[in-house]
């Protein structure tokens, strides 16, 4: 399987990384991408990518850090995106949730990404909390091929929207929790060609782990919940899920 969204460049996972990757290379893990949240993290995440084989990174701006954008990190977003082990912009995005009162300094920067990724044709992953209309409306006006939205939290109305406009549907751990109604019905109609799998890591873990630090070792309960929810055996979850990944990343 592979963990599309998987913060594991921060301080949680530190000690003992070494056991860690290894710990996940034992597992059926096959890859993770570790997104960008802003440019301090951008060299730790290329570091770690030249070090391991199994990480990939995106580069990318989080809508709550939209005060650390300006021309010298547009320009590096612009050069990393060359490196061969970084496979779109991401996070990006908006969030209704906490930054109510920076609604147009979101916007700006998520549209100045979206140029970028625009002028590089490259994958965009979407951070969207409590956003839905903004976030799409604004994406929909880019000639983008490759769109992600990340940890989901639409319902299924949403969902078709974002598939009739071919994009891509990310579902962590929050559609094994009892109360994710809305998330679970999303999963169902969610059509296998359009689905990833990720953690989100280290939050939102999924049942058994719910309200603990998550991992990529958990993958495997998000698609087990997903074939559930579909009627399905799990393999043919991770099969259509890792295939999708290699494909919307090039990996």
Do not use: W
């Not at 990757?21 to 034992?26: G, M």
């Not at 579902?171 to 799998?197: C, D, M, Q, S």
């Amino acid at each position: 399987m592979i963990d599309t969204h998987s913060h594991i460049n921060f301080e949680e996972y530190r000690e003992n990384f070494d056991d860690f990757i290894s710990e996940l290379k034992k597992s059926d893990i096959e890859k993770v991408i570790i997104p960008g949240v802003e440019p301090l993290t951008f060299n730790e995440i290329i570091e770690l990518c030249e070090k391991y084989d199994m990480l990939y990174g995106a580069i990318g701006i989080h809508p709550s850090e939209f005060n650390t954008y300006n021309s010298d990190s547009e320009n590096e977003i612009k050069k990393l995106l060359s490196h061969k082990k970084v496979v779109g912009i991401g996070e990006i995005g908006l969030d209704y949730h906490y930054g109510i009162d920076s609604k147009e300094e979101q916007k700006d920067i998520l549209i100045k990404q979206l140029e970028i990724a625009q002028e590089f044709q490259c994958p965009v992953i979407i951070h969207d909390r409590e956003a839905h209309d903004d976030c799409f409306n604004i994406i929909k006006e880019f000639n983008l091929k490759d769109v992600i939205f990340h940890c989901f939290s639409g319902d299924v109305n949403f969902a078709k929207k974002c598939i009739d406009n071919g994009f891509y549907i990310a579902i962590g751990g929050v559609v094994t929790f009892k109360n994710a109604k809305e998330l679970k019905e999303a999963a169902k109609y969610v059509p296998l060609e359009r689905l990833l799998l990720e953690t989100d890591a280290p939050y939102l873990a999924p049942v058994p782990y719910r309200g603990k630090i998550n991992s990529p070792l958990y993958l495997k309960y998000i698609a087990q919940e997903i074939a559930l929810l579909k009627d399905i055996d799990t393999e043919t979850v991770k099969k259509y899920t890792t295939d999708n990944a290699k494909k919307v990343f090039k990996l």
